[in-house]
């Protein structure tokens, strides 16, 4: 069961840095595209709404990072911050939909459950 652990802490890392780099490509296209217009509003617009969509792709992926890592790590605060983001990923049809599913699926096993929980020391 722990090989399901890691599997769902890289897929987290992996889909977010994806997401980081879509931000990243999505914000200097439509600047781009702003600075080719004559139209100064339409300029401004494009730059406004680059600068949104960029922090908001962003803040959504960061958590993915923060959870994958903590994952790998067998951080329960990391389990729990997993199945949330998985519960909010099931609504990105379809890949989305497949990791969450999975994802909270592995994440309620108890053998996985038992991997996060504090071990004590004699």
């Known amino acids: 069961m722990e090989s399901h652990v ?3 802490g890289i897929l987290y890392i992996v889909l977010s840095i994806l997401g980081l780099i879509g931000a990243l490509i999505l914000f200097m296209v439509l600047n781009l595209i702003g600075g080719y217009t004559d139209d100064p509003n339409a300029s401004m617009i494009l ?3 680059a600068n949104v969509l ?8 960061v ?3 923060i959870a994958g890592w903590g994952l790998l ?3 329960e605060w990391a389990r729990i911050l997993t199945i ?3 519960a909010l990923n099931i609504l990105n049809f ?3 939909t497949a990791i969450g599913i999975y994802a909270i699926w592995a994440l309620v096993q108890p053998e996985i459950i038992a991997l996060f929980k504090p071990q004590v020391q004699n």
């Open 54 to 61: 960029a922090v908001v792709l962003v803040v959504c992926s």
């Open 73 to 75: 790590n067998y951080k």
């Open 63 to 65: 958590p993915g990072i």
């Open 84 to 86: 949330i983001l998985s």
């Open 6 to 8: 890691k599997i769902i």
């Open 47 to 49: 730059s406004i709404v």
């Open 94 to 96: 379809p890949i989305g």
